[in-house]
């Protein structure tokens, strides 16, 4: 079982940084997907970043420049690495392990909020 403790979150000024950390437990990690999700109150979760276990990244239009997605297979943690944050990168922030063997599965963090104010 797979169980996904993110860490990080609270309140910063626009403009200001932020670290994400999300620790897994179980084995599949390093041959996993890993991804970062928002919900904004009122609107849909979306995608943020993800990163394969080939360290492959994608990013969310509107993050491009600004986040950066890693991880640290030993430890078994993906990070995001938030700069120049605007108020509207306000929301709930979930991690996610995609597996694709021997099925694929979703498996998702509680979520930690972060706030912007501006």
């Known amino acids: 079982q797979v169980q996904l403790v993110e860490s990080g979150g609270g309140l910063v000024q626009a403009g200001g940084s932020l670290t994400l950390s999300c620790a897994s437990s179980?084995?599949?990690?390093?041959?996993?997907?890993m991804g970062w999700y928002r919900q904004a109150p009122g609107k849909q979760r979306e995608l943020v970043a993800t990163?394969?276990?080939?360290?492959?990244?994608n990013y969310e239009d509107s993050v491009k420049g600004r986040f950066t997605i890693s991880r640290d297979n030993a430890k078994n943690t993906v990070y995001l690495q938030m700069n120049s944050l605007k108020p509207e990168d306000t929301a709930v922030y979930y991690c996610?392990?995609?597996?694709?063997?021997?099925?694929?599965?979703?498996?998702w963090g509680q979520g930690t909020q972060v706030t912007v104010s501006s």
């Open positions: 179980g084995s599949i990690f390093s041959i996993s997907t």
């Open positions: 996610n392990l995609h597996r694709t063997w021997p099925m694929n599965k979703d498996y």
């Open positions: 990163i394969t276990s080939g360290a492959t990244t």
